[in-house]
């Protein structure tokens, strides 16, 4: 079974960056589509990114411009470069995957906190 595992979350200030990582624990399952997905206290969990096995990638509308999303298929790693953070985006950030044989996979998630 694959585990996803997130890190890089953390306290910052306003405009500051944050990049987030999540490893698969296993190299050889294949994952088609990674992404992060976010949840604030007394919210819905939203999309934050998306991003196929072939690069094609797909943004929330609250972090279009502002975050970037990558991965590294030999390491089954996906990334998130958070930029010019807001207060607005503080919230526990989940990895998610689409692990084939095995099917949506989520990590634990990792609290990323914006305030003054």
């Known amino acids: 079974q694959v585990q996803l595992v997130e890190s890089g979350g953390g306290s910052v200030q306003p405009g500051e960056s944050l990049r987030l990582s999540c490893a698969a624990s296993r190299t050889t399952f294949s994952i088609n589509a990674m992404g992060w997905y976010r949840q604030a206290p007394g919210k819905q969990r939203e999309l934050v990114a998306t991003?196929?096995?072939?690069?094609?990638?797909n943004y929330g509308d609250s972090v279009k411009g502002r975050f970037t999303i990558s991965r590294d298929n030999a390491k089954n790693t996906v990334y998130l470069q958070m930029n010019s953070l807001k207060s607005e985006d503080t919230a526990v950030y989940y990895c998610?995957?689409?692990?084939?044989?095995?099917?949506?996979?989520w990590g634990q998630g990792t609290q990323v906190t914006v305030s003054s």
């Open positions: 998610y995957g689409n692990v084939r044989r095995q099917g949506d996979t």
């Open positions: 991003i196929t096995s072939g690069g094609g990638t």
